[in-house]
């Protein structure tokens, strides 16, 4: 099970160092390049825990956050404690909700579009994404490079953090499918708490990593424009050297 309960409680100590204000900014700073200064409407899809969405709120943005795992949002929704009243969370599978309105943006953050496997999976997310767009709003997202996936390739790689008194643990193990273009992720994870007490468990993730041009053709076909693939988070040049990039797309 991907997000699963006990993943979810510890889900954001392990991502503690991610850089949320940063990736924040730069949001803001596209939203600005294409005219839509000041507070916006926006749609944070996969929102997970609301880091981005409980920041961008913070920020004056109206955000409405979906994300198929409830565990998640319980998380997300813990945090709208400090006063955060302009988002909410709603529980839905991105690829076939319609909340009846319109946003001037849609994210999806964190590789989101990654975990939409086959191409329908994709283009039913794409419309989603456009069929809650104002005509001119835009589209940002975050994936993994073909291009750079095939040259780095993944590895093994661990990650051990403090959450109060106890200690998170996660160790992960990669393969590639190429002929599908596919991440197969294994994340053993570990807590132990002040007492000593363990508790150990795995999830098994799918990720599927895209090239620029196939990017380009899908959201053409879904009434988006893309505008600019980007190296993320630092705007450098989209290369073989650029494991995750940023998109910015147009809705016709």
């Given at each position: 099970?991907?997000?699963?309960?006990s993943y979810?409680?510890?889900?954001?100590?392990i991502?503690?160092?991610?850089?949320y204000?940063?990736?924040?900014d730069?949001?803001?700073?596209?939203?600005?390049r294409h005219?839509l200064?000041?507070s916006?409407?926006?749609?944070?899809?996969?929102?997970?825990?609301?880091?981005h969405?409980?920041?961008?709120a913070?920020r004056?943005?109206?955000v409405?956050?979906v994300?198929?795992?409830?565990e998640m949002?319980?998380?997300?929704?813990?945090?709208?404690?400090?006063?955060?009243s302009?988002v909410?969370?709603?529980?839905?599978?991105?690829?076939?909700?319609d909340?009846g309105?319109?946003?001037?943006?849609v994210?999806?953050?964190?590789?989101?579009?990654?975990?939409?496997l086959?191409?329908?999976?994709?283009?039913?997310?794409?419309?989603?994404?456009?069929?809650?767009?104002?005509?001119?709003?835009?589209?940002?997202?975050?994936?993994?490079h073909?291009?750079?996936?095939?040259?780095?390739r993944?590895?093994?790689?661990g990650v051990?953090?403090?959450?109060g008194s106890?200690?998170?643990?996660?160790?992960?193990q990669?393969?590639l499918d190429?002929?599908?273009?596919l991440?197969h992720?294994?994340f053993?994870?570990?807590?132990?708490?002040?007492?000593?007490r363990a508790e150990?468990?795995?999830?098994q993730?799918?990720?599927?990593y895209?090239?620029?041009?196939e990017?380009?053709l899908a959201?053409?076909?879904s009434?988006l424009k893309?505008?600019?693939l980007?190296?993320?988070?630092?705007?450098?040049?989209a290369?073989?050297?650029?494991?995750?990039?940023?998109?910015?797309?147009q809705?016709?």
């Amino acid at each position: 099970m991907e997000f699963g309960p006990s993943y979810a409680k510890v889900y954001d100590a392990i991502y503690r160092s991610k850089d949320y204000d940063g990736e924040v900014d730069l949001i803001e700073r596209i939203l600005a390049r294409h005219g839509l200064l000041g507070s916006r409407r926006l749609l944070d899809l996969g929102c997970g825990t609301g880091a981005h969405a409980v920041r961008l709120a913070q920020r004056s943005h109206a955000v409405v956050g979906v994300d198929r795992s409830a565990e998640m949002l319980v998380q997300a929704r813990a945090k709208l404690a400090v006063g955060t009243s302009a988002v909410e969370f709603r529980q839905a599978d991105i690829r076939d909700f319609d909340l009846g309105q319109r946003f001037d943006a849609v994210l999806m953050m964190f590789t989101v579009l990654g975990y939409q496997l086959t191409d329908a999976d994709l283009m039913e997310a794409l419309a989603s994404v456009r069929r809650h767009l104002d005509p001119g709003g835009l589209f940002i997202f975050d994936v993994w490079h073909g291009p750079a996936v095939l040259a780095e390739r993944p590895g093994e790689r661990g990650v051990s953090v403090e959450d109060g008194s106890a200690r998170i643990s996660r160790k992960t193990q990669a393969s590639l499918d190429h002929t599908r273009q596919l991440c197969h992720v294994t994340f053993d994870l570990e807590r132990v708490d002040g007492a000593g007490r363990a508790e150990k468990w795995q999830e098994q993730h799918v990720v599927r990593y895209y090239f620029d041009h196939e990017l380009e053709l899908a959201l053409t076909r879904s009434g988006l424009k893309l505008c600019s693939l980007r190296s993320f988070p630092d705007e450098a040049p989209a290369d073989a050297k650029a494991w995750n990039i940023i998109g910015v797309a147009q809705a016709r």
